[in-house]
């Protein structure tokens, strides 16, 4: 063989392993790039959640020095505001719709289009197939049904 084609073939070989090489520097660069925006996004979002647990935390302090020094439940918990609601007025309207009240901008009942009809139930589910009496010593049991059915025994009788 000719030098120079040993040289060329070299060389040819030399450059495919440099690009193999860079291609595979690239994929772990973008990994750690990758890795490395994830570890921030982890570390801000424990550092939010650290936050507001120091923060409630020191609030739950200054409720208990503010109250004498006393750590309890109701210094400490979270205060609700009263305004004596109670939930029930979402309820109304349902309640009187139900009732059959209507308000002044309804028509008339014998106006109001008609309520589509509500769906048939669905068939009831097939007969169970009798079972067979058992052979040989079960038959006996199967025969003599529950012994817990006490509803034809007479109590004053005895």
């Excluded at 009187?96 to 308000?103: L, S, W």
């Excluded at 109001?112 to 769906?119: D, E, G, L, T």
């Excluded at 010593?137 to 049904?145: E, L, T």
């Amino acid at each position: 063989m000719n030098p120079e084609e040993d040289l060329a073939r070299l060389r040819h070989k030399l450059a495919g392993l440099e690009r193999e090489n860079g291609d595979r520097m690239y994929l772990v660069d973008n990994r750690a790039s990758k890795a490395l925006e994830e570890t921030k996004a982890a570390g801000d979002k424990l550092k939010q959640e650290t936050s507001a647990a120091l923060s409630a935390r020191l609030e739950q302090k200054r409720r208990a020095q503010a109250a004498g020094g006393w750590a309890t439940e109701s210094t400490l918990g979270d205060k609700v505001e009263d305004d004596g609601d109670f939930g029930f007025e979402e309820d109304e309207t349902e309640n009187e719709r139900r009732a059959g009240y209507r308000t002044a901008d309804e028509p008339p009942i014998s106006f109001r289009p008609p309520v589509p009809a509500p769906q048939a139930p669905p068939p009831p589910p097939p007969a169970p197939v009798p079972e067979e009496r058992p052979a040989g010593r079960h038959r006996r049991a199967a025969a003599r049904g529950d012994d817990d059915d006490f509803a034809n025994t007479d109590w004053l009788a005895t």
